[in-house]
């Protein structure tokens, strides 16, 4: 009996065991052997992983060491917190539960920078995020509380403790109603758009990255990748990275993944959003693969989903909401996220939306739905003006059928008495005794001339 052959996930999980990319590599050759195919699919992850190892989107790594340095903090004392569990990992470090020990009763949120990460770009992305978390000042985001250097030398980050869930979470577990959904997509870009009113790119949007609180309040977290744009602290947007791979695999815009493309706008969230309305509205990811490479392959390559394909109750104009942001290229899309926002409102007050035109029908209907009221006493108005027209209308067809008839009636009298008078004539032509009867009529007019 053959052996079975190894996944390219099970090569790819083993490889990442060893620490230099060089032994990598070498691991990789040796296990595959003569499967050149097989080999290349898990050197092409491993470039892939080494190009965005940074930003922390290959959440699957499979290294003991990571499992330990987790465990490890479980305890550690950071400033005047104790982190007492693992809550997250994000894009460029490690979010813990954290309490205060110096007789304050308080929870806190605390990310220390990746070990892994502690490089100077890594380092520069913190700074980043600091600042970000500093200049965006909106109750959608957690409010930073004090940062700082662990006796190791780690950064850290304290932050606001948001009691919720994530928002993809929520959606499979409660499947609230899609108004409700809505609601939520709205207040989630105002709070980008407030990011960006101070030049903020979160350029990492995804329902992982949102928590919902238990009053049904969106909040945006993890601002590892922020990037400064346009004229706001030029001094940040130096520190930011241009090179490498940055977002998450099925949610980063087309543009995020050529590394050294074009300069990166306010769309790249815009698109990040739609892939966050996609999944609030079809409960899954936008684009689907076994690998970062596949799902990456069907973002460039395949066409744009459409949420009604799994969810046939999504009204069009949520859809087309959603496609709009998902458009590949960046000029389709809304032109800024005030521009989504806006559409999104029209949406929940049924108005027309920007991003397609209507016909007039629809619009009317639209009104009526928007306008109960008004709309229920024009149609009773309507109803009775519409009765009584038809039964004008029909009294004078009536009227006019009934004449019609009579007409009618007539006529065919009329074509019997000639007939009768014509057979009567033709008779009385042919009778012995009519010319007597006609002297006879005659002599009796003179008479009484």
């Known amino acids: 009996m053959s052996n079975p052959v190894p996944s390219v996930r099970d090569v790819f999980s083993k490889a990442l065991e060893k620490q230099q990319p060089t032994d990598q590599e070498a691991y990789v050759r040796q296990y595959c052997g003569q499967n050149s195919k097989l080999a290349n699919k898990v050197l092409a992850l491993l470039r892939i992983n080494r190009d965005c190892e940074e930003t922390g989107f290959l959440e ?22 104790r982190l007492v569990k693992l809550i997250g990992s994000g894009a460029s470090g490690l979010v813990y539960r954290g309490v205060r020990t110096d007789g304050l009763e308080q929870s806190v949120a605390v990310k220390l920078l990746r070990s892994a990460s502690s490089d100077p770009s890594g380092l520069r992305r913190f700074e980043v995020e600091k600042q970000a978390l500093a200049d965006v000042a909106h109750p959608g985001i957690a409010r930073l509380i004090t940062f700082g250097t662990t006796e190791d030398g780690t950064p850290y980050l304290v932050m606001d403790w948001i009691d919720g869930d994530r928002s993809d979470h929520r959606i499979d577990r409660c499947n609230p109603p899609i108004r409700m959904r809505v609601t939520w997509f709205l207040e989630i870009a105002r709070i980008v758009a407030a990011a960006h009113e101070v030049g903020v790119l979160h350029r990492d949007l995804k329902p992982a990255n949102i928590l ?3 009053d049904d309040r969106p909040v945006v977290t993890d601002f590892g990748l922020a990037k400064f744009v346009g004229n706001s602290r030029p001094e940040m947007s130096q520190l930011t990275i241009t090179g490498g791979l940055l977002g998450t695999p099925g949610y980063m815009a087309p543009e995020q993944l050529e590394p050294f493309g074009r300069e990166l706008t306010h769309a790249v969230d815009i698109y990040g959003l739609g892939g966050v309305l996609f999944y609030l509205l079809a409960q899954r990811a936008p684009f689907q693969g076994k690998s970062p490479p596949e799902i990456m392959a069907a973002q460039r390559h395949g066409g ?7 969810e046939a109750n999504i009204e069009r104009d949520l859809e087309t909401i959603c496609v709009k942001c998902l458009e590949k290229d960046p000029a389709d899309r809304y032109v800024s996220m005030q521009a989504l926002v806006d559409d999104v409102q029209r949406y929940l007050a049924g108005r027309p939306i920007s991003a397609r035109r209507i016909s007039g029908w629809e619009t009317g209907l ?25 039964g004008v209308t029909g009294f004078l067809l009536v009227t006019q059928n009934q004449k019609k008839a009579l007409e009618h009636q007539q006529h065919e009298l009329l074509g019997v008495l000639n007939s009768q008078l014509t057979e009567t004539s033709t008779w009385l032509a042919r009778h012995p005794r009519t010319a007597e009867i006609r002297r006879g009529l005659l002599e009796r007019a003179r008479e009484h001339a």
């Open 60 to 81: 699957w790594r499979a290294g003991a060491n990571v499992a330990a340095i987790r465990d490890s903090n479980i305890g550690r004392q950071v400033g005047a917190y």
């Open 212 to 214: 919902i609180t238990r």
């Open 304 to 310: 744009i989903p459409s949420p009604r394909e799994f």
């Open 366 to 390: 639209r009104w009526a739905k928007s306008n109960r009221l008004t709309a229920g006493l024009i149609v009773t108005v309507g109803t009775l003006l519409l009765a009584t027209l038809m």
